[in-house]
């Protein structure tokens, strides 16, 4: 392992949870009153409160993903990268026909688990009740307001976030010295294993993490693919968008029929990606992505630990940058 893999690797790590915490002291040295809208969401909801909580939460996950790119843009920039396409916000020299297909398929091969899943809860009532969640499924649907609302807690502003940064910015940074197969698999880990909700051990979370990880595996796979993140945000999106259980059946249905047709494609983009990786490697990253995505909530030591990862981070790189400007080879620290 050489240093540019050790600084990868800090420096994600350090990201991920030095940007929440530079929200919390945002949040305090402005003197800002952040209230959770989600603990006012009600079946009775009125269409305007419904869209000040839209609005709220908007802002409130602005802040908390906001945290993470004031960290990532001027990294990048020392990176020299800079640009959409270093975000992988662009269409890689691609259709926009062949990159939304191509987020569809991803969405029908990996998605299915995840939605008979639903179902099962749905039938069964497996999971713990979260209020906000049953106010939504008892409320109206029948206005633009709850779409607003959903738009910006899931289908739209969520997915589209959350795929910005872990496979457009923790992806692709490890991608750059560990190669594609551990960067999906490290990745899919820190995506999965901050949902601190789900990390409770219980046949409703264990069986909820394993077909989310499917989901995410085939999230990283679609982007190294095409280096573009429209698939995967169309993915994300599809997934997200709330159902009735009968429209949750119909779309198992037909993911379940294109999985029958797109298996075939679907191991073969696979198997591309993870050509060459070190089997090794990739349980290594993937291990240490989930290890570090529960050690980082808890609570301000994962933080200073933190801090001193991403300046190792930037030290390793300097220290590599200056070797090359010498004409020397890195040293390595494991052959």
């Given amino acids: 392992m050489n240093l540019r893999r050790i600084a990868a690797i800090l420096e994600v790590f350090g990201v991920c949870a030095i940007g929440q915490y530079l929200v919390t002291l945002l949040v305090s040295a402005l003197h800002l009153q952040i209230d959770n809208p989600l603990s006012h969401i009600n079946a009775q909801i009125t269409d305007a409160e419904l869209l000040f909580a839209a609005r709220d939460l908007f802002l409130l996950l602005l802040m908390q993903y906001g945290g993470w790119f004031l960290l990532i843009v001027p990294i990048n920039?020392?990176?020299?990268?800079?640009?959409?396409?270093?975000?992988?916000?662009?269409?890689?020299?691609?259709?926009?026909?062949?990159?939304?297909?191509?987020?569809?398929?991803?969405?029908?091969?990996?998605?299915?688990?995840?939605?008979?899943?639903?179902?099962?809860?749905?039938?069964?009532?497996?999971?713990?009740v979260v209020p906000w969640r049953q106010a939504l499924l008892e409320m109206?649907?029948?206005?633009?307001?709850?779409?607003?609302?959903?738009?910006?807690?899931?289908?739209?502003?969520?997915?589209?976030?959350?795929?910005?940064?872990?496979?457009g910015y923790c992806q692709r940074r490890l991608a750059e010295d560990w190669g594609d197969g551990p960067a999906v698999l490290g990745a899919a880990c820190l995506f999965l294993f901050s949902r601190s909700e789900y990390l409770s051990a219980n046949l409703y979370n264990v069986s909820l993490l394993a077909s989310l990880f499917v989901f995410?595996?085939?999230?990283?796979?679609?982007?190294?693919?095409?280096?573009?993140?429209?698939?995967?945000?169309?993915?994300?999106?599809?997934?997200?968008?709330?159902?009735?259980p009968l429209w949750q059946a119909l779309l198992a249905a037909v993911f379940l029929l294109a999985t029958l047709l797109l298996s075939r494609r679907g191991a073969a983009a696979a198997r591309q990606?993870?050509?060459?990786?070190?089997?090794?490697?990739?349980?290594?990253?993937?291990?240490?992505?989930?290890?570090?995505?529960?050690?980082?909530?808890?609570?301000?030591?994962?933080?200073?630990?933190?801090?001193?990862?991403?300046?190792?981070?930037?030290?390793?790189?300097?220290?590599?940058?200056?070797?090359?400007?010498?004409?020397?080879t890195a040293p390595t620290l494991l052959e």
Wanted: charged letters at 10%.
């Fill in 77 to 128: 920039w020392w990176h020299r990268r800079s640009g959409p396409a270093a975000y992988g916000l662009t269409r890689a020299g691609k259709s926009w026909q062949v990159l939304l297909v191509a987020g569809a398929a991803t969405a029908a091969l990996s998605a299915w688990p995840a939605t008979s899943f639903q179902l099962l809860d749905h039938a069964y009532n497996l999971a713990p």
């Fill in 140 to 167: 109206s649907w029948r206005r633009w307001q709850f779409w607003l609302f959903t738009a910006v807690s899931g289908w739209a502003f969520v997915a589209f976030m959350e795929e910005l940064f872990y496979r």
């Fill in 273 to 328: 990606v993870f050509s060459g990786a070190s089997v090794v490697w990739c349980i290594a990253l993937a291990a240490a992505g989930a290890a570090w995505a529960v050690a980082s909530q808890q609570g301000p030591a994962a933080v200073y630990l933190a801090a001193g990862m991403l300046g190792l981070a930037i030290g390793f790189e300097a220290m590599h940058r200056g070797r090359e400007g010498d004409g020397q």
């Fill in 216 to 244: 995410s595996l085939a999230l990283g796979i679609v982007f190294a693919r095409t280096r573009s993140l429209i698939p995967s945000v169309v993915a994300h999106s599809i997934i997200n968008v709330p159902m009735t």
